[in-house]
């Protein structure tokens, strides 16, 4: 028989329409049969030559018998049904599995004691039309993930008996198992939302392909249909769990069915049981909730064999992707404007990038204890995180060269330069020190001074220096004269140093200053 199964008023209807020069597809129409049935009907009728006034003396048995020949051997009680739940597991386990392949396992099983193809797929389908519509979505092992918060809140109490905040109800649930996971957080923020995913993961012990949450402005910046912009942060999370977000469509509940359905019963099974409780923290919410949570995914199925928990075992769990070895750490991303001084504003602390990028957009990833700024994807800067407002954390290798070099220096550091090349020379720098208002204002003159030493070389310099401390003109200016002129070289290397005298003044710092 053909695997489209016609009742027999209607072949009664094809056998009496044959004569009338309709065409196949024309018949097909007129009986809402596929083309491809009536064309197997009609050979079946000519084969066995029946006219149109024979058929309508016979019975529907006598008729069926006449075109299809005699029924195989065997009783029709004898014919073992197809095991639906069994079906339905299956059809879930991989997403290439077919009620095709699924029949001809079954013929093997039970040869001629087996349903034809079509009995057996109307057999499911009735079957499966019992199930509630919500249930009828094919959801594969291990791929999503359905992502929700509940719309009722629990109320978490101060220690006074006020109510001091209301907690949210954070829902998750596996596509294939329906696996429940819920807990109770403070707020449906960013850093409250990527925990609670942490958390859930946690507890499955295992990553799913696929995040489904719905359109939450924590997670998806801009909902589309098409091309839903995407948070960075929780962008972040899915692939360090090597998952992708797809975000339900906007207005269509039923791309999310599942999660639906789970924040139903955890508001009935969990909720519900809890409704004369009152709890003073999160913690003392969550605890509660853990049991019942236990036995909600433990209770057994009314029309499936098994439970959330068994199913879960035996689908979902193989399918899903091992954790990695360290969780999500929870950071946050903010676009900025490198500023004119090289740094970036990270709540209200600045932290330095390469001064090439003034006036670029960068992005800076900060969690708890670092700080990372990126440009076009690459890391260009990474700092400890610092919570002192108002204050700068700034790396040399970023400043310009003129900026580094002055950064680089101090009192002490250009004394002991001078020192190195002789005391004379020392000494003078040190007196350029002490003669400013600010050290910072005598490294110019320092860094001159010293820079002679490349030019006529340290033992000429020493030699000047100590000329130029004897005329009592302990100037970088000074030595450079005596120098150009040549009468360091007539300088007796016997000279002991010597200790400048210095005016008295309120703006001149003592020796001890610099050490």
């Known amino acids: 028989m053909p695997n489209e199964r016609v009742s027999m008023s209607k072949l009664k209807q094809l056998i009496g329409l044959q004569a009338s ?14 083309v491809g049935a009536v064309s197997k009907y009609l050979r079946a009728v000519r084969g066995c030559g029946i006219g149109a006034a024979e058929a309508e003396s016979l019975s529907e048995s006598e008729l069926e018998q006449r075109v299809f020949g005699p029924a195989p051997p065997g009783k029709p009680g004898a ?17 290439h599995v077919t009620l095709q392949l ?27 039309k019992r199930l509630k519509r919500s249930m009828r979505q094919r959801h594969f092992a291990g791929e999503k993930l359905f992502i929700d918060y509940a719309g009722r809140t629990v109320p978490i109490y101060g220690a006074h008996g006020e109510e001091a905040f209301q907690a949210q109800l954070f829902v998750s649930a596996l596509g294939a198992s329906g696996l429940a996971y819920a807990e109770g957080t403070r707020t449906q923020a960013l850093a409250d939302w990527l925990a609670s995913h942490v958390r859930a993961l946690e507890y499955y012990g295992a990553a799913p392909t696929i995040f489904v949450p719905d359109n939450p402005k924590v997670g998806v910046t801009r909902a589309d249909r098409y091309e839903p912009e995407l948070q960075r942060s929780y962008e972040e999370l899915a692939a360090h769990y090597r998952a992708v977000i797809i975000p339900a469509r906007p207005y269509r509940p039923k791309d999310k069915s599942r999660a639906e359905l789970t924040v139903l019963l955890v508001c ?35 029309r499936l064999p098994g439970s959330r928990r068994s199913v879960f075992e035996a689908l979902d769990r193989p399918a899903m992707r091992p954790l990695p070895p360290h969780p999500y750490v929870y950071a946050e991303w903010k676009e900025r404007t490198v500023a004119f001084d090289y740094h970036v504003d990270v709540d209200r602390h600045y932290y330095s990038v390469p001064h090439a990028l003034v006036g670029h957009s960068v992005w800076a990833r900060y969690t708890a204890a670092t700080v990372e700024i990126f440009f076009r994807s690459a890391r260009v800067a990474t700092h400890i995180r610092s919570y002192q407002r108002g204050a700068h954390t700034t790396l040399p290798e970023h400043m310009p060269k003129s900026h580094r070099a002055h950064a680089e220096w101090s009192p002490k ?8 090349i002789g005391a004379h ?4 720098v040190e007196h350029l020190l002490r003669t400013k208002p600010h050290p910072e204002q005598g490294y110019r003159a320092c860094l001159g001074l010293l820079a002679l030493a490349r030019q006529y070389g340290e033992g000429r310099l020493e030699a000047a220096s100590a000329l130029a401390a004897r005329l009592g003109s302990p100037t970088r200016k000074s030595v450079k004269s005596i120098l150009e002129s040549g009468r360091d070289r007539h300088l007796s290397s016997t000279t002991e140093p010597l200790a400048l005298e210095l005016p008295l003044h309120g703006n001149v710092r003592g020796p001890g200053y610099y050490h």
């Open 21 to 34: 020069n309709l065409s196949v597809r024309a018949l097909a129409r007129a009986l809402g049969l596929s």
């Open 79 to 95: 014919l073992v049904p197809p095991d639906c739940a069994w079906i339905h597991t299956e059809l879930k386990r991989h997403r």
């Open 102 to 128: 699924l029949w001809e396992e079954y013929r093997e099983r039970h040869g001629a004691e087996a349903y034809r193809r079509s009995a057996f797929c109307q057999i499911y389908r009735r079957w499966e």
């Open 268 to 302: 009935r099974w969990i909720l519900a049981r809890l409704r004369h409780q009152r709890f003073y923290s999160l913690e003392e919410l969550n605890a509660a909730i853990r049991p019942l949570l236990i036995e909600l995914n433990e209770r057994p199925f009314q």
């Open 413 to 420: 550091r250009l004394i002991q330069w001078g020192e190195s």
């Open 425 to 428: 020379t020392g000494a003078i």
